[in-house]
């Protein structure tokens, strides 16, 4: 017997990916293999780089050469390329403008590469969710996983722009700059820059690491408030029917009191940070310009060298200023993307096998082998059920709640894996069979049909891709919702409104029923798919039930017994075991489980009768 093993709730949290492995999963996007136009704008985007921080670097030197010349202190070679005072002038404005224009090549070259990327990681994280086992999703609250998703690919955005194109750019900036100094005005300058730099630098990063843990806290107390408010808003009605707002209010406002105090900590450690770097960035600059003030006064420096000095001590200034803000938004963007990319390591639980074939119905047969399952190893749900649904049969599966009634509807369509025995359709174990040709062979009514917020028709014609609008008309019609469909000021176009709130129950259903029926599958899974609805209108339903039946195999998990008295066999189950199987007059001869249950239904059913 096949054995597979029982999986926990604790196996479906999710490890944030460090931040190495984070850059590594980005790379790749950046320079895919077999995409050269990729590399190619990579590539020319460096480059565009690299010639920005050329131009750069070279201006303050336009500047001070404008300065010897107005000064009167140009050597006798005289200045650079025999420009006078006015034409380095317009020198050092044109390399200004040089480095601006090179810069906003760069983006332009680079912004398809970044907008490409973002849009692969969403759709693959997107992707991964839907192949996501239901425990996962169960366990999982959406707004949670939304704001996830939102951060992750908002911190890719912002490490392709800021890492590539602030990091990189400083640091060749920093380089050449500590070159020209030590070039031109002696290697204590150079010590001088590179030891507050290095301070500097040493600085950040020790408060940033101190700072992202109050950020993650902040993260994970923003994501709780917001996983409070869509909670609440999804459960609109609920709370209207307790009077709860004041006491969701509350607790929204409690949440938000606790992501109020991690703020409060994340705005103090921030001010501490730029203070800081504001003291080392400013002794630094003193100490060169005090340096270069005095060569001056020796003779040994000109007041052009002096003013080249503080040029190039403000251009590296501003960026490193700069540099505190985008490390720690780095530093937040590698958190945020690593929950991202943790969501994306997160192994799916249910997989097919590799070359596994799709499933073929030739009839429709079902077959459950020996089956044990257990949503928990310490619960088992299943013990070892057995029965087979000839094909074309309408089979019914009643008990108690508890009993494992739905839990076989969902092992049927695959939403987990048997630990033990087997499920066959048509022979065929599903296991062995691809996950989506099971869901294309296999329709669901559930008990509760959540529609889309959008059109009737969306809703619909959503039971198959590429539904002509006849088809669509034609389920309607069959689910005897289409005169009600016409009935409404828009018709096909009417919205349904969130989770399709603006319909009844028993209009509800009958969408469910048409999209269903446009699905056109061989087997067929009502999972208790009238209980939720009144009396009359179930009876209405269950005629389009029957008529949807015809010609398939039928699996029917029913609470109300009346609604399935002419099923061809009723499966009594309890504690997951099958307790008792035959017909409804069967069953009832026998005056057990079953017969007690109709008794039981039938005197609650005669009283409310009454009472109306």
Do not use: C
Request: aromatic share 8%; charged share 20%; no cysteine.
């Amino acid at each position: 017997m096949r054995k597979t093993p029982v999986r926990t709730a604790q196996d479906t949290v999710e490890k944030p990916a460090s931040g190495l492995h984070t850059i590594r999963r980005v790379l790749p996007y950046l320079w895919p293999d077999g995409e050269t136009w990729v590399k190619r704008r990579v590539v020319a985007a460096f480059l565009m780089l690299v010639a920005a921080k050329i131009v750069s670097v070279s201006t303050p030197y336009f500047y001070k050469q404008a300065v010897d010349a107005l000064a009167g202190e140009t050597p006798d070679t005289g200045t650079l390329l025999g420009l006078t005072a006015v034409g380095l002038t317009v020198a050092y404005g044109m390399a200004r403008l040089g480095t601006v224009a090179f810069q906003e090549l760069r983006d332009a070259i680079f912004v398809r590469v970044g907008q490409r990327a973002l849009r692969k990681l969403a759709l693959e994280t997107f992707t991964h969710i839907h192949r996501l086992s239901l425990r996962y999703h169960i366990t999982r609250k959406t707004g949670g996983l939304s704001r996830i998703i939102e951060r992750g690919v908002k911190g890719v955005d912002f490490l392709l722009r800021f890492m590539l194109f602030s990091i990189g750019p400083l640091i060749l900036e920093l380089a050449m700059v500590a070159v020209i100094f030590a070039t031109v005005f002696g290697l204590s300058y150079m010590a001088v820059v590179v030891g507050v730099i290095t301070l500097y630098v040493w600085f950040t990063l020790a408060v940033t690491e101190w700072r992202v843990k109050i950020r993650r806290e902040m993260n994970e107390q923003d994501t709780d408030a917001n996983q409070k408010a869509i909670d609440s808003l999804l459960n609109y009605e609920t709370v209207k029917y307790f009077n709860a707002e004041t006491r969701e209010a509350a607790r929204y406002d409690h949440a938000m009191q606790r992501y109020e105090a991690a703020a409060v900590k994340t705005g103090l450690s921030l001010s501490f940070l730029n203070g800081g770097q504001a003291l080392l960035i400013t002794s630094g600059l003193v100490a060169v310009m005090a340096m270069a003030a005095m060569g001056v006064q020796r003779g040994e420096l000109t007041v052009g060298d002096f003013v080249m000095v503080n040029a190039y001590m403000i251009q590296i200034t501003m960026p490193l200023n700069f540099l505190g803000t985008v490390y720690r938004e780095i530093r937040q963007a590698l958190v945020d993307m690593g929950e991202m990319f943790g969501l994306l390591g997160q192994p799916a639980e249910v997989v097919d096998k590799p070359g596994a074939p799709a499933l073929t119905v030739r009839g429709g047969a079902v077959e459950f082998d020996q089956v044990e399952f257990g949503y928990d190893a310490a619960r088992p749900i299943l013990k070892g059920i057995s029965l087979k649904v000839p094909a074309g049969q309408r089979y019914a599966l009643v008990g108690p709640s508890g009993s494992g009634k739905s839990t076989i509807g969902r092992l049927m369509f695959r939403f987990y894996d048997v630990n033990g025995g087997a499920i066959r359709i048509d022979g065929q174990d599903l296991r062995d069979v691809t996950q989506s040709s099971i869901h294309a062979q296999i329709g669901v009514v559930p008990q509760d049909t959540v529609l889309f917020n959008d059109t009737v028709r969306y809703n619909i014609a959503y039971g198959r891709d590429n539904a002509t609008e006849d088809e669509i008309v034609a389920a309607a019609k069959a689910a005897k919702i289409h005169d009600f469909i016409i009935s409404l000021p828009e018709g096909y176009e009417t919205k349904v409104g969130e989770r399709g709130l603006k319909l009844s129950g028993g209009e509800k259903q009958r969408v469910g029923i048409a999209r269903t029926l446009l699905k056109d599958p061989p087997i067929l899974i009502l999972d208790e798919a009238t209980s939720a609805l009144d009396t009359q209108t179930e009876r209405d339903i269950q005629d389009s039930l029957r008529e949807m039946g015809q010609g398939r195999t039928v699996i029917t998990i029913a609470h109300r017994l009346s609604t399935i008295a002419d099923a061809d066999q009723i499966v009594v189950l309890e504690a997951g075991v099958i307790v008792e199987q035959g017909t409804h007059e069967d069953l009832l001869s026998q005056g057990g489980r079953y017969a007690a249950m109709w008794a039981r239904q039938s005197s609650e059913e005669d009283e409310t009768l009454a009472a109306e």
